[in-house]
């Protein structure tokens, strides 16, 4: 299995500053990668596909980056509303399997 | 406007089972695969069953530590996926979601139901 890991784990910034997290994949996976944005007691919200495909309707202050092994997932101006938890999943191959999570939080 | 809705959660014993539902509406239902994910309490997303469009084969695929207790399926007529549960284990306890597959057989997913809470325990 296609292991995900995340960083930072959690990530405190001010309205209006650059937030960068990165995912990596145990073993090269393409650009099948996607990212999700979860609020509290909501459900995962895709932000980006094949790692730098923006959803319809997702803000452009997302975007995603990278192929093979490393990704980034960058707010260029974080807002409020961006207070969530992201995750990465991989669909290289079965099973998907995702980052444990960034928590971002503002300052 | 796309939806998903989940129904049959609950409180259920060890060793028992359950069936959840997906109710879909606003797309063309038969044109996607569908997915189930989980999420323990306080705990991290875990992709757990993925089911192909008919077009496609409407073939399955299973998370390890689900195969050959879980089984997806889908009911195109009635625009309804499928989660049935067995054997359940306290360690499957969490926020159950269904999710629509951005195409027949995309590994993306762009829509997702509110989510049903099982419990497992005695």
């Known amino acids: 299995d296609i292991q995900m890991t995340q960083s930072p784990s959690s990530v405190s910034a001010s309205v209006g500053d650059r937030v960068t997290i990165t995912c990596r994949a145990s073993?090269?996976?393409?650009?099948?990668l996607a990212w999700y944005q979860q609020k509290p007691g909501k459900a995962p919200k895709l932000l980006i596909y094949?790692?730098?495909n923006l959803q319809d309707g997702v803000p452009s202050r997302f975007r995603g980056s990278g192929s093979g092994t490393d990704f980034t997932l960058i707010i260029s101006t974080l807002q409020a509303e961006d207070v969530a938890t992201y995750f990465c999943q991989h669909a290289n191959s079965f099973p998907f399997t995702f980052g444990p999570g960034t928590k971002v939080e503002i300052k | 406007e796309v939806q998903l809705v989940e129904s049959g959660g609950g409180l259920v014993q060890p060793g028992r089972s359950l069936r959840l539902s997906c109710a879909t509406s606003g797309f063309m239902f038969s044109d996607h695969a569908m997915s189930w994910f989980r999420q323990a309490p306080g705990k991290g997303l875990e992709w757990l069953c993925f089911?192909?469009?008919?077009?496609?084969?409407?073939?399955?695929e299973y998370a390890p530590s689900v195969s050959g207790r879980f089984t997806i399926s889908r009911d195109d007529s009635k625009r309804l996926a499928y989660l049935q549960m067995n054997s359940l284990r306290t360690e499957d306890t969490g926020v159950y979601y269904c999710?629509?597959?951005?195409?027949?057989?995309?590994?993306?997913?762009?829509?997702w139901g509110q989510g049903a809470l099982v419990t497992v325990s005695s």
């Open positions: 094949g790692a730098s």
């Open positions: 089911i192909r469009s008919n077009p496609y084969g409407g073939t399955t």
């Open positions: 999710a629509r597959g951005a195409t027949h057989a995309s590994g993306w997913f762009d829509y």
């Open positions: 073993q090269p996976i393409n650009t099948w």
